[in-house]
Nanobody, 125 residues
Framework: QVQLVESGGGLVQAGASLRLSCAAS????????AGWFRQPPGKDREFVAS????????VYADSVKGRFTISGDNAETTVYLQMNNLKPEDTALYYC??????????????????WGRGTQVTVSS
């Protein structure tokens, strides 16, 4: 069974940076794809970014393109989300997810099977 644990969230001012981490355990994820999603207060969960767990194939939501970067470590155990130039509208609970790598809608929650519990990011103006 795959376990995902997010960390790195916090309260920052607009324009600041944060790096979120997603640590995986339970099995090898070299055949998986990683995704970051977020759920703003009172809104539905939305796609942020996705990549193959070992690296490559990164895609981003238009709202974060050019500001956020998804990456992974060489050991294929941790996926990161580097967030620069944060805006108040980035305030949300951020989730890490994993699913078997296959052709499909990476931007949909249903693509992913395993989920973490989330880490809160709050950006003040």
């Amino acid at each position: 069974q795959v376990q995902l644990v997010e960390s790195g969230g916090g309260l920052v001012q607009a324009g600041a940076s944060l790096r979120l981490s997603c640590a995986a355990s339970g099995r090898a994820l070299d055949t998986y794809r990683a995704g970051w999603f977020r759920q703003p207060p009172g809104k539905d969960r939305e796609f942020v970014a996705s990549m193959r767990w070992g690296g490559g194939g990164a895609v981003y939501a238009d709202s974060v393109k050019g500001r956020f970067t998804i990456s992974g470590d060489n050991a294929e155990t941790t996926v990161y989300l580097q967030m620069n130039n944060l805006k108040p509208e980035d305030t949300a609970l951020y989730y890490c997810a994993a699913g078997e790598n296959r052709l499909g809608p990476y931007f949909r929650s249903s693509y992913y099977v395993h989920w973490g519990r989330g880490t809160q990011v709050t950006v003040s103006s």
